[in-house]
Every structure is written in structure tokens, then in C-alpha cells.
């Protein structure tokens, strides 16, 4: 029964079974089918997802989209696209400094580790904020474009009414835990389709799977490193274009792709999957599915109504996904070696040189005023005397015309 049960959820594409179906250690099988009954127990509670068609906005399909979940880096889709707003109203310009303080440089990984004085342009900070999900250049950003991340969120929430994503809140620029940031599938379809409508000029940050940006080792030296989108779809499916994954213990796996065909782009949101592969698998199954739906499938996603109950807060997914036993069954692959063995994806095909960021170096620290007392006497301010231009008294002499005298002249008697 315990062989049947495996087979059947390595059939189903649960990551557990990811180079074990050979394996004859037992020990490893027992990991793995501990794992694989808790992932079975789990997805008996649906977990969201919703798809949709990026040009209609037409909602294809969707389960359980207006279920409040934490966003975890998805909120790095939110971030971008105030710092677009910002770019498009020429509050700032693409070469506007992004510079890495104390407090963006404390972040926790995923970060880029830069000392703390380091500036980029906005334009590069981007790309290392959707491809590498630099926690510290989402700080940085932040307090670069609103002057403090409580700030930001602010402009973040502002943006999110505006776009009608009226079950979501924001209160940092990076997605790390928060109890207080939640979002919902349904909002999250609406944040992509507002990025594919009113700012395709970035679509390369999105669909580009990789980045080139100086980083330094352990002795100090500056060198380039390529770093790899954990977007599992680019390069695996094809007409794969966007957008961003997402991970916290609390959210589970998070991610939003899309991919265009014919000239149809659909997207695909799932969260509180169980590993980085489930998530890019069950995208590329709901897009594919979408795309054999016709031109005039589904509603409006403004007139999408819960289908049921909501829960009245998010789900926390620590004590499924985050535990010891979890943790070891678990394939994580590195972002540019992963290998997904699905019939919904291809064999990894590199076809995109990474973007390329460039340090604009270190700027020197503010520099501290000295605090100097004022003087307990302070001499009275006289007025300076206002001076007043005279007034001429007299015209200047008007100048009289010379008449040549007549040539004939009376003799004098």
C-alpha cells in the first residue's frame, strides 16, 4: 500500500519523488513517504489559485481567490510597480541614486550583501530587486524613492486602492513575514494584469531569468556573479514572459507566471504550494489549460464574487512546510540548476544573457553638525538705513539745433 501511495503521488508531481524513484534505501523512502502523506493531507485544504487572461482580463479559472495568504516576495511585484509610478511621472529618473544604508544592509537573505554607502541607479536596483529578490536593495529602494520604508508602504497601499485590490495591505517592500501583510489571488491577478497593461517597456525585467552584478567575496574582492531567478517557468515553457516566485514558512510557496502564445498572454497565480518545483508545475498545467479555453472564456475579474466562506485571516503553512522532517525531504535546487521532470515543461533551454548592473561606488557618510550654543547675549538688530535715490531738480538742458547763419548780411549804419 505504502509503494502504491508513492507511485501514485510521484505521479501527481510531488517533488519528494524527485531522483528517488529508484532509490531502493529505505530510509530515504520512509522520509519520503512521511512527507508525501502530509503534502496528500494538505492538499485536501485548497489552497488559492486563480488565472487570467492579461488582455481580456478575463478569469479563466480559480479556487478559493479570495483567501487572505501572505504574499511573502511577491510583494516585490507591488514595490516595482510604485517605483514605475514614480519613474512614469518624472518624480524620479532612471538614473536616480539608490543607496544601501545601515538598515537596508541588516536585511536578512535574500540580499546582495553591499556595504553600507553603495549606490546603484534605480533602473539597475530593479533588476535586482525582481530577479535576485534583494531583500536589502528593497530597503534601499524604499527609502530612496519615499525617504523610509513606512513611507513607501504608504505609496504602496495608495497604488493597491487605486488598482481595486481591496483585500490587501502592505507594510514593507520585501515580503519577509509580517502578520499584517496579507494579499489574496484575486488581487494579485489584478496587480500583474496593471503591469502588463500600463507598463510593458519593463517586460524585460520579468522574463529575463537571470542577473550579472558585482558582488564581493569573503576577502574582499569585487568580482561579477550571475544570479539566477527562481522563476522555474522561464526557459521551460514555452512563451514563458513573467513574473515573480515567493517564499516564507508562514505563505508556503508562492508564485505568479505567465506566458504568451499567438498573442494571447495568461497568467497564473498559486500560492502555499509545497516546494519550488510544485509551484512552477501547477502554473504551467493552468496556463496550458487556459490556453486550449476560447477567446471569450470566463468573466471579468471585476465582477468576481467568493464562491463561499472567506477565512478571516491567512493561513500559516511553518508547521507543514518548516519542519525538520519537511526540511530534509525537500528537493531545493539552486535557482540555474534546478531539474523539473513534469509533462508540462521542457527541458531548460538558456536562451537570454543576464542583465548586467553596474556599482556606482561608495557615497561618503552625512556629515554631522556640531550642536554650538547660542550666546546668552545678543546684540539688537539695527535696520539698515534705506536709501533714497534724490530727485533731479532740473531737466537736462535740451540741445538746440545749429541754423547756419545767411549768407547775406545788412552793413551796419
Not at 49 to 56: E, F, G, P
Not at 76 to 103: C, W
Not at 388 to 410: C, D, H, K, N, Y
Amino acid at each position: 500500500m505504502c509503494i502504491s501511495v508513492y507511485r501514485n503521488a510521484c505521479q501527481m508531481g510531488y517533488t519528494p519523488c524527485i531522483g528517488l524513484t529508484r532509490t531502493r534505501d529505505a530510509s530515504v523512502i520512509k522520509i519520503a513517504l512521511a512527507l508525501i502523506g502530509i503534502l496528500i493531507a494538505t492538499s485536501a485544504r485548497a489552497v488559492p489559485h486563480l488565472v487570467i487572461d492579461l488582455n481580456s482580463g478575463h478569469v479563466l479559472s480559480q479556487q478559493q481567490a479570495f483567501d487572505p495568504w501572505h504574499p511573502a516576495s511577491l510583494t516585490k511585484l507591488m514595490t516595482a510597480y510604485a517605483v514605475f509610478g514614480a519613474l512614469q511621472s518624472g518624480e524620479i529618473s532612471p538614473d536616480h541614486p539608490v543607496r544601501v544604508s545601515k538598515n537596508a544592509r541588516r536585511q536578512p537573505p535574500s540580499r546582495m550583501g553591499y556595504r553600507t554607502g553603495t549606490t546603484i541607479t534605480i533602473e539597475d536596483a530593479l533588476k535586482l530587486l525582481v530577479i535576485k529578490s534583494a531583500n536589502d536593495i528593497s530597503v534601499a529602494i524604499a527609502e530612496s524613492v519615499s525617504g523610509s520604508v513606512p513611507a513607501f508602504a504608504a505609496r504602496m497601499n495608495r497604488d493597491a486602492e487605486r488598482l481595486g485590490m481591496t483585500n490587501s495591505r502592505f507594510v514593507n517592500p520585501h515580503g519577509l513575514h509580517d502578520r499584517r501583510q496579507v494579499t489574496t489571488a484575486r488581487d494579485l491577478a489584478l496587480l500583474v494584469r496593471a503591469l502588463h497593461l500600463r507598463y510593458p517597456r519593463y517586460k524585460t525585467l520579468f522574463e529575463t531569468p537571470s542577473v550579472m552584478a558585482p558582488s564581493r567575496t569573503k576577502n574582499g574582492k569585487l568580482i561579477h556573479r550571475i544570479y539566477y531567478s527562481y522563476n522555474l517557468l522561464l526557459e521551460r515553457y514555452r512563451g514563458a514572459d513573467g513574473f515573480k516566485t515567493g517564499f516564507v514558512c508562514a505563505s508556503g510557496y508562492n508564485f505568479i507566471g505567465s506566458a504568451t502564445r499567438s498573442g494571447r498572454r495568461i497568467a497564473a497565480v498559486v500560492l502555499g504550494r509545497d516546494s519550488q518545483t510544485s509551484r512552477v508545475v501547477d502554473a504551467a498545467k493552468l496556463i496550458t489549460e487556459g490556453f486550449q479555453l476560447p477567446l471569450n472564456a470566463g468573466q471579468p475579474i471585476e465582477q468576481m464574487k467568493a464562491n463561499g466562506p472567506v477565512p478571516s485571516g491567512p493561513r500559516n503553512m511553518r508547521s507543514v512546510l518548516c519542519t525538520k522532517e519537511a526540511r530534509a525531504a525537500r528537493y531545493e535546487p539552486g535557482a540555474g540548476q534546478a531539474f523539473v521532470k513534469s509533462p508540462w515543461l521542457l527541458e531548460r533551454t538558456v536562451n537570454r544573457t543576464p542583465l548586467k548592473v553596474a556599482l556606482l561606488g561608495r557615497s561618503a557618510a552625512p556629515v554631522r553638525l556640531a550642536r554650538v550654543p547660542l550666546p546668552s547675549f545678543r546684540p539688537s538688530i539695527v535696520p539698515r538705513p534705506t536709501v533714497v535715490q534724490e530727485p533731479q531738480l532740473q531737466p537736462a538742458p535740451a540741445s538746440v539745433a545749429r541754423i547756419p547763419l545767411p549768407t547775406f548780411r545788412p552793413r551796419a549804419l
